[in-house]
């Protein structure tokens, strides 16, 4: 069993979508044990999005780049720059002040293969690329290109966990010790 750190950022909170995420995650044997509605103050969201991640903040530039390739935009005219490391940073700055633009549900969800489970239920990163059936796929058509363009980040409903490290950091970030709960779900003999 492993667990897995799951925001509902501002956007799907706002649209109403808690209850169709927990859904989701629920119907497929996952277990919450944790969960709060948290409006996200600048110490945890510079934590939750350090700057300092060279490695996270250049995928997120590179992604952006690919991006822009595959839709025919001008990285240049569009962020600035073509840097990826540059445009990273940039959009971490959008992805700080969206994620304390509004309440913000927090879970841990815990199950066999949870990290990767989640992943494929949430969708791509990017709502553009989410396939129909996926939570980004459903509900968002987002597009790195149009978020910088508009100089924000992508409403992209939902952060998730990428690996095991990231979901230990991420949950003892966001959830203290006694805020997350043991117990037996209906069926867990079945499933697992």
Same mark, same amino acid.
């Given at each position: 069993?492993?667990?897995?750190? #799951? ?17 989701? &995650? ?13 409006? #996200?103050?600048? %110490? ?28 025919? &935009? ?7 720059? %073509? ?37 494929? *239920? ?25 978020? +910088? ?13 990428? +690996?095991?490290?990231?979901?230990? &950091?991420?949950?003892?970030?966001? &959830?203290?010790?006694?805020? *997350? ?12």
């Amino acid at each position: 069993m492993e667990r897995s750190l #799951v925001l509902i950022k501002p956007d799907g909170v706002k649209r109403g979508l808690i209850g169709e995420v927990i859904g989701r &995650f629920e119907r497929t044997g996952l277990k919450l044990v944790a969960a709060k509605m948290v409006w #996200v103050d600048k %110490d945890l969201v510079d934590k939750h999005y350090p700057d300092s991640r060279d490695e996270f903040i250049k995928g997120m530039g590179q992604k952006t780049l690919d991006n822009y390739k595959e839709l025919g &935009f001008d990285p240049m005219e569009h962020a600035g720059t %073509d840097d990826p490391h540059k445009i990273g940073l940039m959009i971490n700055m959008w992805n700080k002040d969206f994620l304390t633009d509004g309440p913000v549900m927090a879970m841990i969800w815990e199950g066999n293969h949870v990290i990767p489970s989640i992943r494929k *239920i949430v969708g791509s990163t990017l709502p553009s690329l989410a396939i129909p059936g996926t939570i980004r796929g459903d509900f968002s058509v987002d597009s790195s290109a149009l978020a +910088n363009a508009k100089k924000r980040a992508i409403k992209n409903l939902i952060h998730a966990s990428g +690996n095991a490290e990231e979901a230990e &950091f991420e949950i003892s970030l966001w &959830f203290t010790p006694k805020e *997350i709960h043991t117990y037996p779900r209906v069926g867990e003999d079945v499933m697992f």
